[in-house]
């Protein structure tokens, strides 16, 4: 049975060896610094540190100057915003729910897994400078064709920059990728502020 999210909220992924087949983020990031050579088929072969990297590579093309801010606003370095970045690899690292696309033929079977749509949405900051998706949530029932779906999405923003405009353009974006790689009714994407980042001007 594929993991969900249960009524008591979202099932969190272990960030240490046994949540991430046998490795720790500490080993992901030297990994990533090496520039992943020479290839570790282990790391490689696995979703869960796959999804990890991902995030540790969204993480490292943050500005020098916004984590420089951080460190100089607080007596202690403030890592809150990047936990929960790396937390909401466990929203990813389970493939969740099955969501059908129209088979091109009478007899195929065709499908894309919750996991990947919520890669599809993360994604999708890569085209709005500044901005970080973290948590990423369906209301509807994905797993049948034409159902109507409402997307949730938590983000992160750095200060300074004028809201409406990032949450407009982060949610044009959603719809673009979603409407390329699904066929999802979606009725609303609702994009939610949760953290506003200092930066140096």
């Known amino acids: 049975?594929?993991?969900?999210?249960?009524?008591?909220?979202?099932?969190?992924?272990?960030?240490g060896p046994e949540g991430l087949?046998?490795?720790?983020?500490?080993?992901?990031?030297?990994?990533?610094?090496?520039?992943?050579?020479?290839?570790?088929?282990?790391?490689?072969g696995s979703p869960a540190c796959?999804?990890?990297?991902?995030?540790?590579?969204?993480?490292?093309?943050?500005?020098?100057?916004?984590?420089?801010?951080?460190?100089?606003?607080?007596?202690?370095?403030?890592?809150?915003?990047?936990?929960?970045?790396?937390?909401?690899?466990?929203?990813?690292?389970?493939?969740?729910?099955?969501?059908?696309l129209t088979p091109p033929e009478p007899h195929a079977d065709l499908g894309i897994t919750e996991g990947a749509v919520r890669g599809l949405i993360r994604a999708a900051e890569n085209a709005v400078p500044g901005v970080l998706v973290g948590r990423c949530r369906f209301e509807g029932d994905v797993t049948e064709l034409g159902a109507p779906v409402r997307v949730l999405v938590d983000a992160s923003v750095p200060y300074g920059e004028p809201l409406p405009r990032l949450a407009d353009e982060l949610r044009l974006e959603i719809a673009a990728r979603l409407r390329v790689h699904t066929e999802l009714n979606v009725t609303a994407i609702d994009i939610t502020v949760r953290d506003v980042r200092r930066h140096l001007s």
């Open 1 to 15: 049975m594929t993991p969900q999210d249960d009524a008591a909220g979202p099932r969190r992924l272990d960030l």
């Open 21 to 44: 087949d046998g490795h720790t983020i500490e080993e992901l990031t030297d990994y990533l610094e090496a520039g992943r050579v020479p290839a570790d088929p282990s790391i490689d």
């Open 50 to 100: 796959q999804l990890a990297l991902d995030a540790l590579e969204r993480l490292r093309g943050l500005t020098p100057a916004l984590i420089a801010a951080d460190t100089a606003a607080e007596p202690e370095a403030d890592d809150g915003w990047v936990a929960r970045v790396l937390g909401g690899i466990a929203l990813e690292a389970h493939a969740g729910r099955r969501i059908p």
